[in-house]
């Protein structure tokens, strides 16, 4: 009876095994339930093949978007948050929406402890129309089953626009609109 442990890394692995079927299960995956993985069985052809396997987690993250990054502050009312890796390049699964108390919450995220967290990062795509955006990655360490964290919206500022005659120094041009569009 073959018998085979396959080491996975940033989702991929393979293995030579002999024809026939197996029963799967999960030794680890840290983040994970090992129980919840799906399909439990596999059938290795003789010619080379392939199968994907799903596990999930069961942690809770609460994103609370705020005018202070921490608890307490004023909360942004609308807005949505996406999943993603470090670098922000790819999105993980589909945006969040921002409630009216600031909160974004991602339901099965994976986490460790305080000696292996598991590190989630995140891109918020939109905010209310009184708060900017946070522009970098959000990077959370998840250390427990249920956290939460805090993000910063600042509240957007006035900004002063002076409007000159370009032929004559200082004299300001009495009546204008301006418009201004943002770029995509």
């Known amino acids: 009876m073959a018998n085979y442990n396959v080491t996975i890394t940033n989702g991929q692995g393979s293995e030579s095994m002999k024809a026939g079927t197996y029963n799967v299960s999960a030794i680890s995956a840290p983040g994970y339930d090992l129980t919840s993985l799906s399909p439990t069985t596999f059938t290795a052809s003789k010619a080379a093949g392939s199968g994907?396997?799903?596990?999930?987690?069961?942690?809770?993250?609460?994103?609370?978007?705020?005018?202070?990054?921490?608890?307490?502050?004023?909360?942004?009312?609308?807005?949505?948050?996406?999943?993603?890796?470090?670098?922000?390049?790819?999105?993980?699964?589909?945006?969040?929406?921002?409630?009216?108390?600031?909160?974004?919450?991602?339901?099965?995220?994976?986490?460790?402890?305080?000696?292996?967290?598991?590190?989630?990062?995140?891109?918020?795509?939109?905010?209310?129309?009184?708060?900017?955006?946070?522009?970098?990655?959000?990077?959370?360490s998840m250390t427990s089953a249920s956290q939460t964290e805090y993000v910063l919206n600042s509240p957007i500022a006035e900004q002063t626009i002076s409007l000159m005659d370009a032929n004559y120094s200082g004299l300001t041009i009495p009546s204008a609109t301006l418009s201004f569009e943002e770029e995509a």
């Open 52 to 140: 994907s396997f799903t596990l999930s987690a069961s942690g809770t993250l609460t994103l609370v978007f705020n005018e202070t990054g921490a608890e307490g502050g004023t909360p942004i009312t609308s807005g949505s948050v996406v999943m993603t890796n470090q670098a922000g390049t790819e999105e993980y699964g589909e945006p969040i929406t921002i409630d009216s108390t600031g909160n974004a919450v991602f339901q099965n995220v994976a986490y460790g402890d305080s000696q292996t967290p598991f590190m989630l990062y995140f891109k918020q795509l939109s905010s209310d129309e009184s708060h900017n955006i946070e522009s970098g990655i959000i990077s959370v």
